[in-house]
């Protein structure tokens, strides 16, 4: 997983947009001493992919990334917590 996550942030991109990528992915704003190696980018990338897998409890989850009014007004119906 950590290969393909990298692949799609760092893969033939520049620095900066591998730098600003990760930190999208990461939720972070900004990472003390990053480096531009593979190695460094898929160590973060691991250490927060087996953080995210060993939650017990799974706080958000997209369900759609745009939905209409409709679709909207169900989901709301379900009375999900």
């Known amino acids: ?3 393909l996550v ?3 942030l760092c ?3 520049s620095s900066s947009d591998c ?3 990760i930190l999208k992915y990461l939720k972070k704003l900004q990472i003390e001493e990053f480096q531009d190696s ?3 980018i898929k160590k973060l990338l691991s250490e927060n992919i087996v953080a995210k897998i060993s939650q017990t409890k799974v706080t958000t989850v997209l369900v759609a990334s745009k939905i209409e009014n409709e679709e909207s007004a169900l989901l709301f119906s ?3 917590p």
């Open 6 to 8: 990298y692949k799609e």
């Open 78 to 80: 379900q009375n999900l």
């Open 19 to 21: 730098y600003y990528n």
């Open 11 to 13: 893969s033939l991109k």
């Open 38 to 40: 593979e190695t460094y």
């Open 1 to 3: 997983m950590t290969n």
